[in-house]
């Protein structure tokens, strides 16, 4: 079965916006961009991570990101990830380490051996960076050791490394109290890439640019915390689906003008179909919340089967890494490095005070629980990719978190007198597990026998809800 | 009178019922083998011979389980769960969690007694804590699963087994083997280590009593008598209980057809 | 083998099968217990607190049940034992815990702890993951921060007298770790593998001036003996990340192998580096923590440009021992799961080709049901390089 998946080509996936369907091709001019520039010599390119708010900088000094984890993605949608991630093993790494750095090490691994790209590389490849930056975080670990293990392939290429911890949610602790030292922690960190980047661009940065970048993305994070929240419209107009193609702009495009335009049409289309009561499904019987994990970028239809099941995506915790700026409370600066620190700051830490005056909860806990009732969510879906520790240990606490102090769903039950008792439950789960890449890691059976149990359970909460 | 099928396609054994108003006329249980579709066929022929009728007198057929799909007659397939939730409210109207232990995964679901589910959740993918470890050793034992769970309580002093993981389960018995632990020490050992494992899995949904076992694991006397102790309360165990998921979508047969009417 | 020298084994025996005996003893003398996981976490701290810091282990031989209602199956092996042990209330003698920033799942598994367990004390310390001077002056802070908490808990002021005193002591234990490592270098050792982590592990369990007791008793008693409790065999390098058990190393030592030098946390990685005396305690600490502890989790800049120049200063502390022990072999133990050690391990074989030491790099799940499949490895390993 696994064989025939490898071999099989994946199916495009129906998606319910346009802006969604543009994405695909954006992408591939995207990938393709970073090759020509490397081959006109232009431009410096960067191997580099997505959510290290340091792109303002990288667009500032003219440096073109190449996000690796995008190409591992692309690999992984294309079903073409599997030689990648062999090759990876045969030197050495263990397949329960983190796929897409794999994937990544085992294609760079293979280029710098054929000094050319490998055979039929999706998309014309990856292209040899000028650098890497890396990044040390409070999460993911494998940031700070991909670079540095593919370095052994390309030893000549420089690595920088930048550190952007953030205050970890501790019940007992206001994390103001430590912001301060965080901060200009940071602060030195970005200043470092700076430095380093204007060393290997030969360019000075400049700063007017470079707090007009700033601004221009602030403004795209409020504007796409504006188009998410229409979300929240019954019938949906578009789903997780169709945001794991629209996390391309949020992830891989900020600080352009392109991002922010495209928000602004997506915004407008949404704002149309929810005029003509357009939703993602046709009728739309069940919402609900992908509440964690990275998706099986290989079987991103399965959405499309959830939707064939009446069920829709109105909002998901993954790759929505932006927050309204202004419910942040940020501190006024005139230093677009010192905003940009102060952001980072206010992302992850966002969800901390609302968090603390709910007895039991936490921030992701929180944050569910806030999204459930914004956006009236029937279930929860999670999905367990076995080889990213980062997005995925936590999860079955949070639900488990969640169900201790969250029980919205009144149900009539038969007690042990033998009369009817009015009991309230805990939203249903379900939990899907595979991986972001691997495919020998998919049963698409399992996956949708699982789907039709979750989506007949959710049904009979329907059938028996207490009014 | 009215007569409905229900079908349990499962990854390694099927499972038929057939109902009439009344209640059961008959059952069938056999190898799934290679071929679901013949599987079916070869269900259907030997449920109607035991109920003697054709095919004709069947009103409606719901099917269920792995290879569900493949039931190429049915009216309708559900899930699994679905099923064992109606299966075992029929039989065990007071079971609020229900554990189902199958060949490839451990099922674990919260039902009210009327059948509807409010949730539930299934083992890793890997079988462990599944019903294949018990198969894996009884190969390595050289003894038929069935023997297993009466084997396993003769157990004078039971093996501290440390994975419920069917790859390691087999060359960790034949490394105990080899420090000559007897078959009933060893399988008390292994019961153990998988009951400890699927009560693991039920706690992450929570368990509400009573507690029904269901599925060919419900079957061994050894696991149920395991879990038995680690929970430290009755569990219930229904007659026939691989029958479970093939008398709930019969059940589903019957009712929708009520509905109909 | 005389009689004393089973009695101080013994002691340490019983501390290694009871782990947190003397703890439990203490505790009902009024001292209070601070766990901790992974070598990150500054324990001259808690010891200037007037705590004790109490290294929480896993077990291989108790299989991981409670744990995983909470926690996810794709955390290392050794972190869900651990995990699965605390939930089960083995530990709940342990007044409070601290966590550090040693790897993802410890990070993304705060919640499920501070959450879960009855303590009334939880800390999490972040670590960064570079070393150069901002970070050093951020960890600074963090530590100050991780005092203040302390401080906070215990209602009493730890001073910087209480921490230069819990210096000198911490820095004790760590002479006389270096002094029974000595013994290690005799050829066959003085001090088997299995008896020297055992040790350790104990150690791990007492405050640090019983441990600094323990350890001298063992020391006049192993410098005391006439032989060793090993054959001559080949010797073994132990390299990998927390081994807190005695399972792999007594393996090798039934097989034949002399285990004389580790880097594992429980082992040289840990108890090596020591603290440099003077000056500001906090920021001493700090830059032991930060830039002595040798873990893959630090993000260490390629200065050379070169892979090998590279390889030689990020292990260049494994190609030190290997020759000051002189190893014969060494067995690379990473857990399945471990992001940090798993991204190392082509790295650090290329580093043994270059000092020309067989390795048997090793995956395992922290499991005693794993031991069979190892015990044909290790064998055909010593019967490669004997």
Request: hydrophobic share 35%; proline share 4%; glycine share 8%.
């Amino acid at each position: 079965m696994a064989e025939e998946q490898k071999e099989a080509k994946p199916k495009k996936r129906m998606t319910a916006t346009k802006a969604a369907a543009s994405i695909g091709p954006m992408v591939k001019e995207f990938i393709t961009g970073t090759l020509q520039a490397k081959a006109e010599g232009k431009y410096k390119v960067a191997y580099t991570f997505i959510v290290c708010h340091h792109e303002e900088i990288f667009r500032a000094l003219d440096v073109i990101p190449v996000w690796t984890e995008n190409f591992a993605g692309i690999c992984g949608a294309k079903r073409d990830a599997e030689r990648f991630l062999q090759r990876a093993e045969s030197l050495g790494f263990s397949r329960s380490l983190c796929t897409y750095a794999l994937c990544g090490i085992g294609f760079d691994q293979w280029r710098e051996e054929l000094g050319q790209m490998p055979p039929e590389a999706p998309w014309g490849g990856q292209v040899r960076p000028d650098f890497m930056i890396s990044s040390g975080q409070i999460l993911c670990d494998p940031r700070s050791k991909w670079y540095q293990a593919s370095q052994q392939f390309m030893p000549d290429v420089p690595i920088y490394n930048i550190d952007l911890p953030y205050p970890l949610f501790q019940e007992n602790r206001d994390h103001r109290e430590v912001l301060g030292y965080y901060h200009q922690y940071i602060v030195k960190q970005l200043r470092g890439l700076v430095a380093f980047l204007e060393e290997q661009t030969k360019k000075k940065m400049d700063y007017d640019r470079l707090r007009e970048l700033v601004n221009l993305s602030d403004r795209t994070w409020n504007l796409i915390d504006e188009t998410y929240k229409l979300r929240r419209a019954a019938p949906c107009p578009m789903g997780t689906g169709d945001a794991m193609n629209t996390m391309v702009p949020i992830n891989f495009m900020m600080a352009t003008q392109k991002a922010y335009d495209f928000f602004v049409d997506l915004k407008k289309e949404l704002e149309e179909k929810i005029a003509r009561g357009e939703g993602e499904v046709e009728n739309e019987k069940y919402r609900l919340m992908w509440g964690g994990g990275l998706p099986a970028w290989y079987a991103l239809n399965d959405f499309n089967y959830f939707n064939s099941k009446g069920a829709s995506f109105p909002v998901e915790t993954t790759y929505r890494m932006v927050a309204p700026l202004n419910e942040m409370d940020l501190p006024e600066t005139k230093d677009p490095i010192e905003h940009l620190a102060w952001r980072w700051l206010g992302y992850w830490t966002f969800w901390y005070d609302k968090a603390k005056k709910r007895p039991g909860s936490e921030p992701d806990v929180e944050r569910l629980i806030n999204w459930i009732e914004e956006y009236k969510i029937d279930g929860v879906v999670m999905h367990e990719a076995f080889s990213c520790r980062t997005w995925h240990v936590g999860l079955i606490w949070q639900l488990h978190q969640l169900a201790k102090i969250y029980k919205p769903i009144p149900v009539y039950m038969i007690g042990k007198g033998g009369q009817k008792e009015k009991v309230y439950r805990e939203l249903p789960s379900l939990i899907l597990e595979s991986d972001i890449i691997d495919i020998t890691s998919y049963s698409e059976v399992d996956t949708r026998n699982k789907i039709d149990a979750f989506v007949e359970t959710l049904e009979s909460i329907q059938s028996n809800r207490a009014t | 009178m009215v007569f409905v099928l229900g079908i349990d396609i499962g990854s390694a054994q099927s499972k038929g019922v057939i109902l009439d108003d009344q209640g059961s006329l008959g059952s069938f249980e056999c190898a799934s083998g290679g071929d679901f579709k013949l599987t079916a066929e070869r269900m259907r022929e030997e449920l109607l011979s035991r109920a003697g009728r054709s095919v004709d007198d069947i009103s409606r057929t719901v099917a269920t389980g792995y290879g569900s799909k493949l039931v190429i007659f049915a009216d309708e397939i559900k899930s699994d769960i679905v099923c064992l939730a109606k299966g075992v409210s029929s039989q065990l109207p007071t079971a609020r969690t229900v554990i189902d232990i199958g060949d490839l995964y451990t099922k674990v679901l919260r039902t009210d007694g009327n059948g509807s589910v409010h949730s539930f959740i299934l083992s890793g993918k890997c079988a462990g804590g599944s019903g294949r470890i018990l198969q894996v050793i009884a190969r390595v034992l050289q003894v038929r699963v069935d023997e297993i769970g009466e084997l396993s309580l003769k157990s004078k002093k039971r093996v501290e087994f440390n994975t419920g993981c069917a790859v390691f389960a087999e060359t960790e018995a034949i490394s105990r083997l080899s420090q000559e632990v007897t078959k009933e020490d060893l399988l008390a050992g292994l019961h153990r280590a998988l009951a400890a494992q699927i009560n693991s899995l039920a706690e992450r949904i929570g368990v509400e009593q009573e507690v029904a076992m269901v599925g060919g694991g419900a079957r061994d006397a050894g696991l149920v008598q395991a879990l038995k102790e680690i929970r430290g309360h009755d569990i219930l165990v229904p007659p026939n209980p691989y029958m479970t998921a093939a008398l709930g979508a019969a059940i589903i047969a019957r009712e929708s057809l009520t509905i109909q009417d | 083998m005389g009689d004393k020298q089973s009695h101080i084994f013994d002691t340490v025996k019983n501390y290694y099968n009871n782990y947190g005996l003397r703890a439990k003893e203490l505790k009902g003398e009024g001292k209070q217990f601070i766990g901790y996981v992974c070598s990150l976490v500054p324990l001259e701290i808690i010891t200037a607190s007037g705590c004790t810091p109490f290294r929480v282990r896993g077990s291989v031989h108790e299989p991981i049940t409670r744990g995983d209602t909470l926690l996810e199956t794709i955390v290392c092996p050794y972190y869900r034992s651990v995990f699965d042990l605390s939930v089960k209330g083995k530990y709940n003698f342990l007044s409070g815990l601290v966590i550090p920033h040693g790897c993802d799942s410890m990070v993304r598994s705060f919640s499920a702890w501070s959450y879960g367990l009855p303590f009334s004390y939880f800390h999490f310390v972040n670590i960064p993951s570079v070393c150069d001077e901002s970070s050093l002056e951020f960890f600074d802070a963090e530590l100050d921060a991780f005092r203040k908490s302390l401080e906070k808990f215990t209602g009493k002021a730890i001073t910087e007298e209480h921490l230069r005193q819990a210096i000198r002591v911490h820095n004790e234990n760590r002479d006389k770790v270096r002094a029974l490592y000595e013994m290690r270098k005799a050829d066959p050792p003085l001090i088997s593998g299995t008896e020297l982590t055992m040790t350790l592990t104990a150690g791990s369990s007492l405050p640090i001036e019983e441990s600094n007791g323990l350890f001298d008793q063992i020391l006049t008693e192993v410098k005391g003996r006439g032989k060793s409790p090993l054959k001559k065999g080949p010797r073994i390098f132990i390299d990998g990340a927390c081994l807190d058990n005695i399972e792999l190393i007594k393996l090798v030592e039934e097989l034949g192998g002399n285990v004389v030098a580790d880097t594992i946390c429980n082992g040289a990685r840990d108890h090596f580096p020591k603290t440099e005396m003077g000056g500001d305690p906090i920021s001493a600490l700090s830059r032991r923590y930060l830039g002595k502890i040798n873990c893959p989790k630090t993000y260490r800049e390629n200065k050379a440009g070169t892979f090998e120049g590279d390889i030689a200063s990020r292990f260049g502390d494994i190609g030190a021992y290997t020759k000051e022990y002189k190893v014969e072999g060494a067995i690379l133990y990473v857990y399945k799961y471990c992001d940090p050690f798993g991204f190392e391990v082509p790295a650090r074989k290329a580093y043994y080709q270059s000092l020309n030491i067989p390795l048997l790099p090793l995956e395992d799940v922290y499991s005693s049901g794993t031991i069979g499949q190892l015990r044909t490895r290790v064998q055909a390993f010593l019967e490669m390089i004997g």
